[in-house]
């Protein structure tokens, strides 16, 4: 197992192109969230699901945006109609439902809307 | 009312030196706490969990006061190495969101 992996790494895209990000989890982690951290503050929290149920969603995840995680594994976030402020580095972690211990980070897809 | 306040510093201190970062919490109600690292550009990693008690690992004590409601991290013997943003998070319930601050910037200088 090689931790958690985030497709692409970076992301250019025009202002009204939509993007999609892609997730791979830890293989045996159940929990699966996403954030977002723009320069100079700490990750916020966007949406987490248990498998595959979306249990949480923050404020923050406006309806030009959307995740899915279809079978419990890998997981994609969707976002409609970029802004110029969605750019920020969009963080996966994952962890195993019962265990008091910290997430594990994927490296983040870094956007940039144009 | 942000759940989790930082000083944002930064911290330049040299070699060797002691350093300390605090961060207040808001809701009496967390549960779980943690220090994380985060290297300029890269994602954050888990440095330590922060038990009631107080823990240690190496050169780094983590301790939790809940009657105030802060965390502390204490660096001793600090290295260049030790050069990142230091993050405090905290959950209300386990497995659920964390709270992030915003991050404590430390460099350490030759």
């Known amino acids: 197992d090689t931790g958690v992996s985030q497709d692409p790494r970076h992301k250019i895209t025009k202002r009204g192109q939509n993007v999609t990000f892609r997730c791979d989890p830890i293989s045996e982690h159940n929990r699966l969230y996403w954030y977002r951290q723009t320069l100079g503050q700490g990750p916020e929290f966007l949406t987490y699901?248990?498998?595959?149920?979306?249990?949480?969603k923050s404020r923050l995840l406006s309806d030009r945006f959307s995740a899915e995680r279809p079978k419990g594994s890998f997981s994609t976030l969707e976002i409609q109609r970029t802004e110029q402020g969605d750019s920020a580095m969009y963080l996966c972690?994952?962890?195993?439902?019962?265990?008091?211990?910290?997430?594990?980070f994927g490296s983040g897809t870094r956007l940039t809307v144009v | 009312r942000k759940e989790v306040e930082q000083d944002p510093g930064p911290f330049n201190v040299p070699e060797g030196a002691t350093v300390a970062f605090n961060c207040t919490y808001s809701n009496s109600a967390s549960q779980s706490f943690f220090w994380y690292r985060q290297d300029c550009r890269k994602e954050p990693k888990l440095l330590m969990s922060?038990?009631?008690s107080g823990n240690e690992d190496g050169r780094f004590t983590a301790q939790l006061n809940r009657a105030s409601q802060y965390i502390s991290l204490l660096i001793r013997d600090s290295k260049l190495s030790d050069s990142a943003t230091y993050l405090c998070?905290?959950?209300?319930?386990?497995?659920?969101?964390?709270?992030f601050g915003t991050g404590t910037s430390l460099t350490v200088i030759p």
């Open positions: 972690a994952s962890s195993l439902e019962g265990r008091r211990l910290g997430y594990t």
């Open positions: 998070v905290v959950t209300l319930n386990t497995g659920n969101q964390f709270y």
């Open positions: 699901f248990q498998n595959e149920a979306q249990l949480e």
């Open positions: 922060v038990y009631s």
